[in-house]
């Protein structure tokens, strides 16, 4: 089937303190998966994104972990910052009938409390 | 030097009209699709273009006819507007492999709010 589960929907943390979002996912022939961060009021724009062949990606304050065998991946924000606070999608490939989509997990609403 | 461009930015009708929504990009990406931001946040995928060509097709109402003149444009029409396709519409694109199988982002418009009273 196709679904992308993501937990939790809502986050709170310290300022300065580590956020962990995980997502599930089905279709074991994806193989991109994308994170969004959506500011109140605007679009998603993505901060991190990885491939099916890499198991662990790092940006700056930003990684994410990809477990293939479990079909789950992670994203990790480390020393959270106030402006960290928004809602967070994690996205996945699915291949349907000779093309692709993205299927979007429902989002963790992430506030980080100065 | 917006790279998905979508208008309008809000939109606000009656039940039973016609409204259409534009969007461009300039990226020189292949693919273009809609997605629906409904008020719980979900981001539901609707329709999807490659190259002026209809790919995807969700289970969408066939109200919602979308229209790709080229490859750099997706509009969106919608005919009988209803109170439940009250939503943010978001236009998004992304480069296409060529083969099928995706492993690029999807660059987004800054959205339509539509409201239907």
């Known amino acids: 089937g196709e679904n992308v589960e993501q937990h939790p929907s809502t986050l709170s943390v310290q300022e300065g303190d580590s956020a962990v979002i995980k997502c599930t996912y089905s279709?074991?022939?994806?193989?991109?998966f994308p994170w969004y961060k959506q500011e109140l009021g605007k679009r998603p724009q993505l901060i991190i994104d990885?491939?099916?062949?890499?198991g662990e990606k790092k940006d700056q304050r930003i990684a994410v972990t990809l477990n293939k065998t479990a079909k789950h991946f992670s994203l990790h924000i480390t020393e959270t910052q106030p402006e960290d606070s928004a809602v967070y999608f994690c996205?996945?490939?699915?291949?349907?009938?000779?093309?692709?989509?993205?299927?979007f997990g429902t989002g963790t609403r992430l506030k980080v409390l100065a | 030097d917006t790279a998905v461009s979508q208008t309008p930015k809000y939109l606000v009708t009656q039940m039973g009209n016609d409204k259409s929504i534009k969007c461009e990009q300039n990226?020189?990406?292949?693919?273009m699709y809609w997605y629906k931001q409904d008020s719980k946040k979900f981001l539901k995928i609707m329709f999807s273009?490659?190259?002026?060509?209809?790919?995807i097709n969700e289970t969408v109402p066939n109200r919602f006819s979308p229209k790709s003149p080229d490859k750099a444009h997706l509009n969106l029409h919608i005919n009988s507007l209803e109170l439940g396709d009250s939503a943010v519409y978001f236009c998004?694109?992304?480069?296409?492999?060529?083969?099928?199988?995706?492993?690029?982002?999807?660059?987004f418009g800054n959205g339509t709010r539509l409201t239907v009273t």
């Open positions: 998004a694109s992304s480069q296409d492999t060529g083969t099928g199988w995706s492993r690029w982002p999807l660059h």
């Open positions: 279709d074991s022939a994806s193989n991109y």
């Open positions: 990885i491939r099916s062949n890499v």
């Open positions: 996205a996945a490939s699915i291949r349907t009938s000779g093309t692709y989509k993205y299927i």
């Open positions: 990226l020189g990406h292949d693919t």
């Open positions: 273009y490659n190259n002026k060509e209809l790919i």
